[in-house]
Structures are given as C-alpha cells and as structure tokens.
T-cell receptor
Framework: DGGITQSPKYLFRKEGQNVTLSCEQNLNHDAMYWYRQDPGQGLRLIYYSQIVNDFQKGDIAEGYSVSREKKESFPLTVTSAQKNPTAFYLC??????????????FGPGTRLLVL | DAKTTQPPSMDCAEGRAANLPCNHSTISGNEYVYWYRQIHSQGPQYIIHGLKNNETNEMASLIITEDRKSSTLILPHATLRDTAVYYCIVRGPNAGNMLTFGGGTRLMVKP
C-alpha cells in the first residue's frame, strides 16, 4: 500500500536528550513536511523540504533539525534546545513542484512525551 | 494566504447532512479552498478542494459562493465516524507548498 509511515507511535524523552522521529513515504513525492500540534490547537509548520538535500525552516523551527538525504525519508530530530517538546508530531508529503494545486497527505503521527 | 473563519464547534444528527461553513472574505482570485479533517489522535485527512466551481467527490461536496468569500463543506449523510475537527484552508500559488491550519470546526455527530 502506498502511504506515509511514522515511527514510533509514542516516544518518551528524558530532559536534555535528543530524539529522532522517523517519516517515510513511498508515494514518490518530492515535498515533505513536519508539523507540530499541541492539544486543542491547529498544526504549525516546523520544517519542510521541496527536494532531496534541501529544506527550509517553517514557523517554529527553533530546537528542531531535519535532514533529507533520500527522497522517501525526512527524519526530524527534537533537540535538547526545544524547551517544550511534548506534542503530537505529524509528517506530510505532497507531489511538490511549482503547482497551483497542492494536496498534502499525512502520516498517523508520533506523540512525544517528556519524562 | 487569505485567513479563514470557522465556527469552533457544531453538532449534527446521524444520517442528516452536515453543513460546515467557512468565511474567507480576503481570498484572492488564484487561491484554492481546501478542506481537511482530523479524527482524534490521527493525522489530518484530505477531503476536497476547489477554486470557484462546486466540487463533489465520494466523501463530500464543496459549495463556493459566487463572490468566493465563503464556502460550505457538505457531508450528505453524516455518520458517527465523521466526528472530527474540520479545517478550511485557503492557499495560493505564492505559498509554495504550504498549508496553514487554523483552529477548525469540531463536528460532533450524535445518534
């Protein structure tokens, strides 16, 4: 089945620890995104990548880092510099390119909790 | 991108049509209207999108007013599984690939 997978479903982080969230897609999409969602809130964009080996900061990039070494993978690292990392993290992908219409498809999400 | 305004919550009886409104009075001529929904603790799901004509697919219908300042998402026969937060998003070509999610409407379908 084509789609986006995120792992793990739940992740626990100790204070001062870096953790990496996985996102993989087999849709052959060029663009990938990471969003953060806090309880009762909408989604906020952390980072996005429109093509391999290139990525840009979103609205709330501080305390996060990403890499895009392969088209199908876009891992997100939550660093110790992120002071309030507890949230629901969502990865998405889209066909990409300079298009008027752009539908994003989302993974199931990873819930990060700080111990 | 134009901002959108949606009611924070709505109720609908099971089996009836759910009509979810969205105001986007500052929408530009080349901006599309997108609808997504998010069932609790899951990733958002794409529903439908349109520019100025009404659109229909297997999930829903999208009615856009002639002046394009508002739209309505219609779920023709709501079921309990349609209980979710529904997001109306306006996006133009200058946004790159970005979608900006606001607060959405929490739809509760009741038996």
């Amino acid at each position: 089945d084509g789609g986006i997978t995120q792992s793990p479903k739940y992740l626990f982080r100790k204070e001062g620890q870096n953790v990496t969230l996985s996102c993989e897609q087999n849709l052959n999409h060029d663009a990938m995104y990471w969003y953060r969602q806090d309880p009762g809130q909408g989604l906020r964009l952390i980072y996005y990548s429109q093509i391999v080996n290139d990525f840009q900061k979103g609205d709330i990039a501080e305390g996060y880092s990403v890499s895009r070494e392969k088209k199908e993978s876009f891992p997100l690292t939550v660093t110790s510099a992120q002071k309030n990392p507890t949230a629901f993290y969502l990865c998405a992908s889209s066909i990409g390119g300079d298009r008027d219409q752009e539908t994003q498809y989302f993974g199931p999400g990873t819930r990060l909790l700080v111990l | 991108d134009a901002k959108t305004t949606q009611p924070p919550s709505m109720d609908c009886a099971e089996g009836r049509a759910a009509n979810l409104p969205c105001n986007h009075s500052t929408i530009s001529g080349n901006e599309y209207v997108y609808w997504y929904r998010q069932i609790h603790s899951q990733g958002p799901q794409y529903i439908i999108h349109g520019l100025k004509n009404n659109e229909t697919n297997e999930m829903a219908s999208l009615i856009i007013t002639e002046d394009r300042k508002s739209s309505t998402l219609i779920l023709p026969h709501a079921t309990l599984r349609d209980t979710a937060v529904y997001y109306c998003i306006v996006r133009g070509p200058n946004a790159g690939n970005m979608l900006t999610f606001g607060g959405g409407t929490r739809l509760m379908v009741k038996p």
